[in-house]
């Protein structure tokens, strides 16, 4: 067994000293026979003084072989994502409120007084009188005479004669089938429901409070008055009281019930109907007429008129109507009306009016406006960007050491062969 072992070596080297030169680079160089003597070497050298000479040893070499590799690996993300944040903000709301104002006003008082007035009249004085007046008129005469007038009549004569006419006669036959129709029905199906409405009260809310009353009373006022002397000059004036009436007004406070309406709102359930249509399919036997005609012939004798015309002479007596005319005098009375005025004095009273103020304390509701702040809430939308972790595949090369043995060829009369 070591004997083709050794032959199978020896045919080794054989072939590797016959390829050229370059060739002894395999095995990193390791592998050539330099290191053997010439006599070894020769073709007609012996093998086994060459095998003596030579020995062939094995080197332990590691190399790097990068492998690859899948990795599962993890990156951060960030999306944008929008909410909705709520905002306090701050607005200025205005209200309208009311303050008592107490102010004086002059109240008119009108007072009606009267005076005489004379004034003249000019009165209308009318009168009819009668006048004879002579007139010629004409008269018409009428009168009524005859006179005869010749004239021709056209007289039809009617004759009745008949004839055979043939007509077609088409007369129908029905007949009455049935077919299968499918026809849709709809039934209305009825459904209650409620709702809830709201409506308004109107609630009515008894006050009461005290109010200013104008009133006053009307008072008799002696009043004196100088009244001039008229019978003798040089007289003194007499003084004399004269009663006139005074209006004298008063404030008087009254308790008054006012009754004021405060709304209300209340809440009710109210039904409503909803109406539902569900169609049905349902087959029925529908009946319809099928007609054919028959022609028949027939006659029949149809009438019809002739006519002819005959003149004839007519005399007949047309009265006409004579006017002449004849002259009259006529006497009439005409009317006339003469006019005259009266003068005529009268006397009537005159109204005029006196206008008097007096003061009064009035009160008003006078407003004035009252800015408030006020805090509200609204919404701003915000966007932030949120992270979130990825997964992903990737290919690394992972670096492996491999031991792998190297022949390699030494002398062995060297210590380092051993």
Request: aromatic share 10%; with cysteine.
């Amino acid at each position: 067994m070591k004997t083709l072992r050794g032959l199978g070596l020896f045919a080794a080297l054989v072939l590797m000293g016959a390829v050229s030169q370059p060739a002894n680079a395999g095995y990193g160089g390791a592998a050539n026979y330099n290191c053997c003597p010439q006599a070894a070497c020769a073709p007609s050298s012996d093998y086994c003084a060459a095998r003596r000479c030579c020995k062939t040893s094995y080197k332990l070499v590691r190399e790097t072989v990068w492998d690859k590799q899948e990795v599962t690996c993890c990156k951060t993300v960030y999306d944008t994502v929008c909410e909705q944040v709520p905002v306090t903000c701050e607005r200025i709301v205005p209200r309208t409120c009311y303050r008592t104002e107490t102010y004086k006003a002059c109240v008119p008082v009108y007072k009606t007084c009267y005076r005489e007035v004379c004034y003249k009249v000019r009165k209308p004085v009318y009168k009819t009188c009668y006048r004879t007046v002579c007139c010629k008129i004409r008269r018409p005469v009428y009168k009524t005479c005859y006179r005869d007038v010749c004239y021709r009549v056209c007289k039809p004569c009617y004759h009745t004669c008949y004839r055979d006419v043939c007509y077609t006669v088409r007369k129908p036959h029905y007949r009455t089938c049935y077919r299968d129709v499918c026809c849709t029905t709809y039934k209305t199906e009825v459904k209650t429901c409620y709702r809830d409405e709201c409506y308004t009260v109107c609630k009515p809310v008894v006050e009461e409070k005290w109010i200013d009353v104008e009133c006053g009373e009307w008072k008799t006022v002696m009043k004196p008055v100088e009244q001039p002397c008229v019978t003798e000059p040089g007289c003194s004036p007499q003084p004399r009281s004269v009663c006139c009436r005074v209006w004298c007004p008063k404030t008087v406070r009254k308790k008054v019930c006012c009754t004021r309406y405060v709304t209300e709102v209340k809440r009710c359930r109210v039904p409503y109907t909803v109406c539902r249509r569900i169609p049905c399919t349902t087959m029925k036997r529908v009946p319809y007429t099928t007609c054919t005609w028959t022609k028949h012939c027939c006659t029949k004798r149809v009438p019809y008129t002739t006519c002819t015309y005959k003149y004839e002479t007519c005399r007949k007596r047309v009265p006409y109507t004579t006017c002449t005319y004849r002259c009259e005098t006529v006497t009439k009375q005409v009317p006339y009306t003469t006019c005259s005025y009266v003068e005529q004095c009268c006397r009537k009273r005159v109204p005029y009016t006196t206008c008097s103020y007096v003061e009064k304390c009035c009160t008003r509701q006078v407003p004035y406006t009252v800015c408030k702040k006020e805090c509200y809430t609204t919404y701003k939308t915000v966007r932030r960007c949120v992270p979130r972790q990825v997964t992903y595949r990737k290919t690394i090369c992972v670096p492996r050491t491999v031991c792998r043995k190297v022949p390699v060829c030494c002398d062995p009369c060297q210590p380092s062969c051993n």
